[in-house]
Each structure stands twice: as C-alpha cells, then as structure tokens.
C-alpha cells in the first residue's frame, strides 16, 4: 500500500521479505543437500568415477563386517524371538502374480513366492539341495525317475492336504503352461499319499533340482478358480496373500495353518515395489521400510557411509546373475566368428579395474560361468586374465594386426562401464561404437541374436550349469543362443552334464567346461568375457532379526525363521 | 445451451474422435516398430521358445499386426481393452484404477496451481515495479525452470527426512487412510506436480491483468466509485481470463498425461508409472489405452475450454 507521503508501507516490505526469505532458504538448504541426494546419473557417474576408487577400500574394510554380519545372520541372532509386527520390505522387483505360481518364471518374483509357497527342496547357503516340503528323494537314472517322500502334517493354506495328488496336480499346471523345469517329467505315479514317483523322459542332471526348488506348490481347490488364484495366494507357506496391488505392493499375513509349530513370529509381511532408488533409500532411511534391496550401487554406498545400518550381500551365489561381454559368434562375417578375436577380447578387458571404479567394492571379478566358492567354480582355473599385448598378438594371427571396427551394445544401467570397456579394446585395435538401447531393446537383441559385434551378457550362475548354461548354449535355447557358436565339443560335454547318473560326475563335467570356454591358452569363449557378479546388497534396520535374506538363495529368505526385536 | 454452442460440441466430438483414431493407430504401429517383445520381458530370461509360443498365441501376439489392432478396437466398442501382458489383468480394470489416482493428486495440484497462480498474479500486476512484484515474478521464472525431480527431491529431504513431518513417498486412499492419511500423502507429490503451473498462471494472470488495467472501463469504473475488489475481480479479471483459462486447459491434459516423474519419485501407482512400466515391458496394449485415455482426457479439456470461453465473454458465445 502506497502511504500519503508516497512510500510504501511496512507491510509491503515485510511481506516481501518474509516470502523471498522463505523460498530461500528452501533453496540454499536444497542445494547444500542435492549433491548427496540427487539421482542425477551424470552426477552420480562423475562422482563415482572419481570417487569410486578410493571409497572401494572403505568399503572393503566394511566387506569384514559385512562377512561378520553375514556370518552372525546364519545362526540364529542373539535374543529370544519376539512374536509380533510387521515386516516391511521393498526393492525394485515386481510380480505379475504372486499367487499363480506358473507364471512367476523369473528370480525376481521368487522372493514374492517363498513368502506364501513352498517347494519339495531349497537350497542352503553352501548350494546343497536340502528338504522342505520333500523328506526325502530317491533318483534311478536308468528307468529314469525320482521318488519323492513327501513332509506329512503338512496343509495348504485352505485346510487341504498336502500330499501325493497335491504334487502331481501341480506338476500338470506347470505342464500345461509350458514350463522349463517341469518338461522332462514323463509322468507323476501316485505310490500312496507321501510318496510319488516321477517318471522322466530321459535322464537329466538337472531334473531332481528343477523339479524340486523351482515347482511352489498351490492347493489343488484353490486351483479350481485361477483367476482368483492370481491376485491372491493358497501355499504351504507362512504367510498368505491378503491384497495385491499390481505393480505396488503385496502385503501377507500369518498362516494358521503353517506346518513348523510356533511358527511364523511375524503377524504379516508386506512387500512394496519402490522402482527409483532414492525414494527406497529416503523412505528407508526414514523408517518407513525395515528392508530393503539396493540395486544401485551409488546409492548403495551413500547409505553405508551413514554408518547407521547394517548391509549384507548374497554371497552364495545361488540364483546371482553374472554381467559379462558377449562377442556375435554365430555371425560368420564377423571377426569374433574366429576363437582367437574372441580370446583376444577377453585379454583387453581388465575386469577388476573396471570392478574397482565403478562398483564401490561392491562388484566381485569372475572369470568363470559361477560364483567364488560355489560347487562349480574351478579355483585352479587359469583364465584369460588382463593382458594387452597377449591380445594384440592373437588379433594379429586371427588376421586383424591392425585391429578392427565394431560395435558395443548397452543399456543405461552400463553404459558407463562397458564405455570403459570399449576404450580398453580400443587399445588393443578392437574400435567400439557404444550403442545405447533401452532394456527391452537388449531383451529382443539377445533373444534374436541379431546384435551386432558385442553387448553385454546377462546370465544367472547357480551351480547348474546344465541348467543354466544350457538355457544359453541350446541350439533352441531363449537367449543368445542365437548369436554364438555352438561346437560340437560343449554340446557334447553338455549333454554329458545333463546325463551325469551322480552329483560327483556332474561336477567334474562342470569343471571341463569351464576349462573349455574359459581357459587361458585355447578357451573357446563362446561367452565372451565374464565380467563380475553383484551381490545383492541388503540394507535392514537392526532390529530384523532371523530373516537370512542374504545368505541362501537370492530368491528366498527365512521369513518364517524372520522376527522383529523392537 | 444455445443451438450453436450445441453445434459447436457435436463437432468438436466428431473431430476429437477422428484425431483419437489417428493418434492410436500411430502409437500401436511405433510399438511394433520398436524393438522388444512383450512376452519375453515377462517370462524374464530363463524362457523357452516354448514358453514364448505359447503365451504369444494366448494374447494373440502371433497374428498379423492390422488384425490385431482391429480386434483390439471392436473390443472397445464392446467396452473391452485388452489384457495386459506383464499384469495379466483387464486393462480397463487397471486403467481406470490407476487414472483415479492420477486424478486425485492432478486436480487438487490444479486447482492449488490456479487459485494461487491467479491471486499472485493479480498481487504482482497490481504492485507492478514494486519489490512484490519483482519477488513473485523471480520465484515464477524459478519455477518455471526448476526440475520437477530435483524439486522432489529436495521436499522429501527436508519434510520426510529432516523434519519427519510428512512420509517420502507412497499413495492412501481417504477409504484406507482417512482424510489425514490421504493428504499426508498427497501434499508433497502436490507441491511438486503444481509448482509448474503455478508458475505459467502467474505469469499468465500477470500479464493479462497488466493488459486490462490500462483499459479505459477500468478508469471508468474507478471513477464511478466501484470497490477495489469489485474492479479487480468482476471487470478486470474477467476480462483477462480468456488466455487464463485457454493455458489451464493446456496445462491440465499436459498434467494428466505428465505425472510420470511425480509418480516415480514418489511411488505413485498412477497412470503416469503404469505408461512408462508398460513402454518399458513392452505391454502393446497397456500402452494404447493408456493413449487412448489420455488423449479423450484432453480432448475433453480442450472441449471445455471451449465452452467456458462463450460462458465467460459473451461476444463470443453470440459469435
């Protein structure tokens, strides 16, 4: 308001001064604070760049703790189990349906399915096949079969049996919908109510493993009316499905009828989808979470430099996927269509120096198709480990002395380190073009074979690599199998896997193929190099106690074992 | 409602529908162009071909492209859109769930947007070359110009995080949460879906009032002793509401259509993240309702832009 003698009144200054001084500081705290806190990319690729190095040996001196606390989340935690809460969990994993379990086919809506449902085994933390809902199995490869006798008492969570026929419905769904693991089962024979026998088309290694830890069992009445089954649940499992908002959230509570008396602590379980990763640390910071999976490693090392929350990471390996770098061998006009290119793109590429700057100590090499410690990781393998000039020398006797042009395909979530990548090749001759695509892009790449020079390769190492391997390196399997060579020598040694008649058989086959794609002096490297594996990391407040999320399978968790000390 | 201004919607409609038809067949043929399948991001990588087989005769996948984008459209006609891949719903279930979520944090950012951006335009027009005038205006550009994700960011922080007054993230209903619940959660994905628009109507309001005030009825109504508040809000505003209200309707199908950021941020299942889940799986035909719906969203805005400009000047309403 203008005043008689023409200047403004007090009011008008002090409004002017109250509304700029506000917004102000908003700003100034903002800025101070959004360096730390920005999902930026570019920011957080410079930071980590720069930054990643030196904060991998901080890291690892946490690695210790993070092994101790690993360690101590085996057994069971100091403390009675407290009954009672509910256990929130979020990460980046979604589930179509967490209650038709035939159509759950990826890792990342395992941990949904083991929440409400069982299998006949699980795996333990050293990759051991041990009983769950199966007391115990017998195989005979020679007729061929498995016999499984089955955990009696044991009731779905509408008050039906679990038994024999329960079984051998399931195995007819997970038929009907054209499931891998279920495929080789001839037929299910009803011995009595606890014991059936599976008839196989052929003997396979991998059969007794798929069968047993990737088939969840749902109550044949309830399988009456699928649709319903869908957006609900009806396992053994401790937990059932009381809402499910696709896409949002599932959220648990307690089965009464859970088999393990005294059993489950927790009233409920809900997991919530949080897709961008600053949110899900936010909100866990925030205590709105009592877990979470940190997929983003920047992130990830934000919220351990807090120092305020314990980190565990999967280090089993089971159920873990592998990144590597797979070279288009099945192009015959291609150079990598040549063994010696393709060597020689292994001995350009330093994968722990890749490791140490961009993954916060958070990344572990492999220079193999498994895990560091796992059943089928070759400790003595010698392997194509970081060497330029060993490169140079085979490109020149593959014919390409002065190297040659190509192209490195990537998604966003790599581009930064297979951008390193292509500048150590460049070195040696092999000159990359980075071609960025979105994730179903790479998706349709791999699944066609048709990408050009070399992407990323994205392959899970359970110790199985019948299984997995063999999903791959099938002449009609899924993914890249359309791109890369397929000697006769690894499909014959595959095919001596899968018709390993014992487990120690089985594993010294592994070993030769390992020796065979992988070795230093004449390794076929269909696969190209493998890069390292990511261990899942695992924030949880320090009152969740029980849950051993990161210590067996990466899919499954101990979530009736799982209690809250608060 | 007067024979023209009928006329006038009945034609409207008609050439609405036509664009609609235009704008979907573009968007099913670019999904198909675009590399990637939708079974395979679903059955994830350990599929067999034949898995892949055969959910792609289950959706019909396996079928030349022109016949599935007219079984999809005759199913629309039968109030069907389709089922979608990645949630294996019916999308019209998921769809209209998910618009109702964007709505209930769009409108309300809407109506803050334009109620405040129109008094603090009128506050910066009416003080013009004054400090008020100078302030708003600065903190106007600044939101014009300020990223919608940092901006988030930087409210989580300080309202969730710092003060602990508010949670980061998530969405309740008023039926699951009560009304505390729903604002508690509604106002920080609010403040950040308006801020823009805040912005653009104050400067707008700014601009079209600094217009009308130096029209002569304004010094005439002065002179014949009218009330500040009178002038201001029954001559002046009214007359500076047409490109007011021409940039809400804009604003508002840009606002439904544009809350994927807000909703990533802060974990809004809205349609917004139901889009950008399905562009990135792949889900074809999540992808085309969710066009489909967006596009008769701002086909109706622009509808009622339309009619409220004859409502507010009747110059045009006779025209």
């Known amino acids: 308001m203008i005043l008689p003698n023409g200047r403004k009144s007090m009011k008008n200054h002090l409004l002017s001064a109250v509304l700029a001084g506000c917004m102000a500081m908003s700003l100034l705290v903002g800025c101070g604070e959004a360096a730390t806190n920005s999902s930026d990319a570019a920011t957080s690729t410079a930071a980590a760049t720069t930054t990643a190095a030196t904060q991998a ?43 038709y379990t035939p159509e759950c086919t990826n890792n990342a809506s395992l941990i949904f399915l083991n929440t409400a449902y069982e299998s006949l085994t699980y795996y333990d933390e050293t990759g051991a096949i041990v009983p769950r809902l199966a007391t115990e199995w017998t195989t005979d490869p020679d007729e061929p079969s498995i016999t499984w006798t089955l955990r009696q008492g044991v009731k779905f ?393 990161s210590v067996d399978h990466v899919g499954t968790w101990s979530i009736a074992d799982c209690w809250l000390d608060k | 409602m007067n024979n023209k201004l009928a006329r006038m919607i009945i034609r409207r409609i008609g050439q609405s529908i036509i664009v609609l038809l235009i704008v979907t067949l573009m968007v099913f043929l670019l999904m198909q162009l675009v590399p990637g399948d939708p079974i395979a991001n679903f059955l994830g990588a350990n599929a067999t071909p034949e898995q892949i087989e055969h959910y792609n005769k289950l959706f019909g996948f396996d079928q030349p492209v022109m016949v599935q984008y007219w079984k999809w459209l005759i199913g629309l006609f039968h109030g069907e859109m389709g089922r979608s891949v990645a949630l294996q719903k019916d999308i019209s279930e998921v769809i209209f769930q998910r618009l109702g979520i964007t709505l209930s944090i769009v409108i309300p950012a809407f109506v803050f947007a334009v109620v405040l951006g129109i008094i603090l335009g009128i506050t910066a027009a009416k003080n013009r070359g004054t400090a008020i005038d100078s302030v708003i205006s600065f903190f106007a550009n600044i939101g014009m110009s300020m990223p919608m994700f940092w901006f988030g960011l930087i409210l989580i922080l300080i309202f969730a995080l710092k003060l602990h007054i508010l949670p980061t993230s998530g969405f309740v209903s008023i039926k ?73 309707g804009v604003t508002l199908g840009g606002m439904i259509g544009g809350t994927v950021l807000v909703e990533s941020i802060f974990v809004v299942p809205g349609l917004g993240n139901l889009m950008i889940t399905s562009i990135k799986g792949r889900d074809f035909m999540v992808v085309e309702d969710g066009v489909l719906v967006i596009a008769i969203a701002v086909a109706i805005c622009n509808l009622i832009v339309d009619i409220l400009y004859g409502v507010i000047d009747p110059r045009i309403r006779n025209d």
């Open chain 1, 57 to 99: 040996a901080a890291v690892a001196a946490s690695t210790v703790a993070d092994a101790a606390t690993a360690a101590s989340s085996t057994t069971d935690e100091a403390g009675t189990p407290k009954y009672g809460g509910v256990l929130k969990y979020a990460s980046h994993n979604t589930v179509s349906t967490p209650g």
């Open chain 1, 157 to 549: 969570a509408d008050g039906t049996d679990f038994n024999a026929d329960a079984v051998k419905t399931n195995i007819e769904e997970y038929q009907k919908c054209e499931r891998n693991e279920t495929k080789n089962v001839k037929s299910c024979e009803v011995v009595d109510d606890y014991t059936i026998k599976m008839v196989l088309n052929s003997w396979n290694s991998s059969t007794l493993e798929s069968v047993g830890f990737f088939v969840y069992y749902m109550s044949p009445k309830a399988l009456q009316d699928v649709d319903t089954l869908r957006n609900s649940s009806c396992g053994t499992g401790p937990f059932q499905v009381t809402e499910f908002n696709s896409g949002v959230s599932v959220k648990y509570a307690k089965n009464e009828n859970y088999w393990q008396d005294g059993k489950p602590y927790l009233d409920g379980v809900e997991i919530y989808v949080v897709d961008e990763p600053t949110t899900r640390a936010s909100a866990f910071e925030a205590g709105e979470y009592d877990m979470i999976l940190m997929n983003n490693l920047a992130v990830a090392n934000d919220l351990i430099n807090t120092k305020q929350y314990e980190m565990e990471r999967n280090k089993s390996g089971q159920g873990l996927v592998m990144t590597g770098l797979i070279p288009n061998s099945a192009d015959e006009a291609s150079p990598f269509a040549n063994a010696k290119v393709r060597e020689a793109m292994c001995y350009a590429i330093d994968s722990q120096s890749l490791c140490d700057a961009f993954g916060y100590g958070m990344l572990q090499t492999l220079n193999q198709w498994a895990a560091p410690g796992s059943v089928t990781y070759d400790k003595d393998l010698k392997a194509m480990d970081y060497d330029p000039e060993k490169a140079k020398s085979l490109l020149a006797e593959a014919g390409y002395p002065d190297g040659f042009d190509t192209t490195l395909t990537t998604d966003a979530g790599n581009k930064d380190m297979f951008t390193a990548a292509a500048n150590m090749l460049a070195e040696v001759g092999i000159n990359c073009t980075v071609n960025q695509v979105d994730e179903s892009a790479q998706v349709s790449l791999y699944q066609n074979g048709n990408w050009e020079g070399i992407m990323g390769h994205f392959a899970a190492i359970s110790p199985d690599l019948g299984l997995y391997m063999g999903r791959h390196l099938d002449k009609d399997g899924a993914f890249y199998a359309k791109g890369i060579q397929h000697p006769d020598d690894a499909m014959q040694l595959l095919e001596d896997i899968r018709t390993a008649p014992t487990d120690d058989e089985k594993i010294q086959d592994e070993y030769k193929m390992q020796e065979l794609m992988y070795n230093g002096e004449d390794g076929l490297a269909i696969f190209g190099k493998p890069l390292f594996v990511q261990f899942e990391p695992i924030f949880k407040q320090s009152y969740v106690k029980g849950d051993r999320r």
């Open chain 2, 176 to 248: 699951d949460g009560g009304i505390s619940g729903y604002f508690s959660h509604l106002l920080l994905p609010m403040l950040v879906l308006a801020a823009g628009p805040l912005a653009q109507f104050t400067r707008q309001t700014r601009s079209s009032m600094l217009e009308v005030i130096r029209q002569d009825y304004v010094t005439t109504a002065k002179a014949k002793g009218l009330g500040k508040r009178e002038i201001t809000f029954k001559h002046q505003l009214r007359n500076a509401l047409i490109p007011i209200i021409t940039v809400m």
